[in-house]
């Protein structure tokens, strides 16, 4: 597919680069045409190299080809992101004092546009006018997502996520790439990131999980119909749109948080990496060296085990899924502690995956093993952190489904 992707002059830009690579990687043919403003916040090298196209912002650029009318002609999709409040201005009076905007003129394919800026300036009744007359001329305009922006700054105004941008711009001209919505009423709870236990003021035991994994699969279940809390320990990602976060610190904390919300849950999926042990008592000031050199011992004591007591507190129609990370050793491979681990737990499905320095922690990729209750295995999945949490979410559906129907033969 041929898509044009404009760029306007916004901080966020550096985030439409990673939305090109999705569009590139994904098969199509994407021209970028930045406005003068974006190219201060990413160059045109960056947009050559991706894209494999040349870039230019000015209509008297490679004029025996009109590229001004061309462009807008031959696109199958534009997509603009960010869309700073000045382009959407522009937009909506009709100016093409550029390429990108005399390109908007002229394309009659499917446009999206994902606004970018400060909460006071989408919430101006300039901006709002604007995006109301885009939207009554049939340009589909995203709701910007909520959270941090420039500076100390938080509110409505954040570019959404480049893989949100993606979706929805594919489904306005390749609806089965729309996500199905086949946990549309069900309730979703995630945990992702890594938990860390304090020694004292300064100093954690903690693991080397980003939250990658859970933030994917919650997104996905949200992007799918669910209604998702995603109970988030230490992680620094943006949220989901459309998902309720509670961020939390230690094991315990995260415990309590799953013990509030499980009950209201049908799907719980375990993705955090919870520590198995803390120090057994809190250090009330920084632990210093010792004048002989010698290191201080840090008793240890062990964590409760939350997949397990969620297993055994599981309520009727309630799937619990698990994760596994797991390194080989001399008593065995991933596989062989993977499938230990799921006839110890007992979940409906636990998902096994291989870490490592450069394996899973970290990583925009990994690659599960899906392991029933007796250690049976369900399939794998492998790609993206995206397209593994998209597996996943087939696989208890498929669960489900198969619970459902063994109820109904009763």
């Known amino acids: 597919m041929r898509i044009v ?11 439409a680069v990673l939305l090109l690579r999705s569009l590139t990687e994904a098969g199509h043919t994407v021209k970028v045409v930045p406005t003068a403003a974006a190219l201060k ?14 870039v ?28 700073t409040a000045d382009l959407l201005s522009r937009m909506a009076t009709g100016r093409s004092d550029d390429l990108l905007t005399a390109t908007l003129l002229t394309a009659r394919c499917p446009v999206l546009v994902a606004p970018a800026m400060h909460t006071e300036m989408w919430l101006h009744p300039a901006t709002v006018a604007n995006v109301a007359t885009l939207r009554e001329r049939g340009v589909t305009v995203l709701e910007p997502a909520s ?19 993606a979706a929805a711009a594919l489904a306005l001209v390749e609806p089965a790439a729309a996500a199905p919505r086949d946990l549309e009423g069900l309730r979703v709870l995630v945990t992702a990131g890594g938990t860390r236990e304090p020694i004292d003021p300064v100093r954690f035991l903690g693991n080397r999980s980003t939250g990658m994994q859970g933030y994917a699969l919650a997104a996905e279940a949200r992007e799918r119909g669910a209604d998702v809390v995603l109970v988030a320990a230490n992680v620094t990602l943006d949220a989901p749109d459309g998902v309720t976060v509670v961020p939390v610190e230690t094991t315990a904390q995260l415990s309590d948080a799953v013990d509030e919300h499980r009950e209201a849950s049908d799907v719980i999926v375990m993705t955090a990496a919870v520590a198995d042990f803390r120090p057994a008592r809190l250090g009330d000031h920084k632990t210093k060296k010792r004048a002989d050199g010698e290191i201080a011992p840090i008793e240890l004591v062990v964590n409760p085990d939350v997949l397990a007591g969620l297993v055994a507190r599981r309520l009727p129609g309630q799937t619990v899924v698990g994760f596994a990370a797991e390194t080989g050793d ?23 995956n291989e870490v490592g320095h450069d394996v899973g922690f970290g990583t925009p990729d990994n690659a599960v093993t899906f392991l029933a209750a007796d250690g049976s295995t369900l399939g794998s999945a492998e790609g993206s952190k995206r397209d593994v949490a998209a597996a996943l979410v087939d696989q208890v559906l498929a669960l489900r489904h198969a619970s459902s129907e063994a109820v109904s033969r009763r």
């Open 5 to 15: 992707l404009g760029v306007s002059g916004g901080v966020a830009a550096y985030k």
């Open 41 to 54: 916040f990413v160059g045109a090298p960056t947009w050559e190299a991706l894209s494999g196209q040349h």
């Open 56 to 83: 230019s912002t000015e209509v008297f650029d490679d004029v025996p080809h009109v590229p001004h009318v061309a462009l807008g002609q031959q696109a199958e999709l534009v997509v603009v992101a960010p869309a």
């Open 147 to 165: 959270g941090r922006l420039t500076g100390a700054d938080t509110g409505p105004g954040r570019l959404p996520d480049p893989e949100v941008i």
């Open 330 to 352: 001399d008593d065995g491979d991933v596989l062989f502690h993977g499938q230990a681990k799921a006839r110890r737990k007992g979940a409906d499905l636990l998902a096994l």
